[in-house]
């Protein structure tokens, strides 16, 4: 199994940036396919970026496209989220999720397909 641990959130003022860090640790890294979500308070979890085991391909929430940015380092065992443009909207607690399945091109954008999660960290976005 894999062990998730997210840093790199805080507060910032409307348009500012912030980077999500998501250290691994345990088996390979490179055998997982990763994704971030994020919830609200009050709201159900979802779905914002998502980066095959290869980090060849990725895929975004509309309301984050264009924004956003997903990678990966398999050396450092380390994912990414880089946050530009942020909105209050965008205030949420992000956690990484990480699951050893599919091709090395998949990437899984329910909540339900990941097995291992991280803590959490808050980001909050002032208007």
């Known amino acids: 199994q894999v062990q998730l641990v997210e840093s790199g959130g805080g507060l910032v003022q409307a348009g500012g940036s912030l980077r999500l860090s998501c250290a691994a640790s345990?088996?390979?890294?490179?055998?997982?396919?990763m994704g971030w979500f994020r919830q609200a308070p009050g709201k159900e979890r979802e779905f914002v970026a998502a980066?095959?085991?290869?980090?060849?391909?990725?895929y975004y929430a509309d309301s984050v496209k264009d924004r956003f940015t997903i990678s990966r380092d398999n050396v450092k065992n380390a994912l990414y989220l880089q946050m530009n443009s942020l909105k209050p909207e965008d205030t949420a607690v992000y956690y990484c999720?990480?699951?050893?399945?599919?091709?090395?091109?998949?990437?899984?954008?329910?909540?339900?397909?990941?097995?291992?999660w991280g803590q959490g960290t808050q980001v909050t976005v002032s208007s």
């Open positions: 345990g088996r390979t890294f490179s055998i997982y396919a």
């Open positions: 999720a990480a699951v050893a399945s599919g091709p090395s091109s998949y990437y899984f954008t329910k909540a339900t397909s990941y097995d291992y």
């Open positions: 980066i095959s085991r290869s980090g060849g391909n990725t």
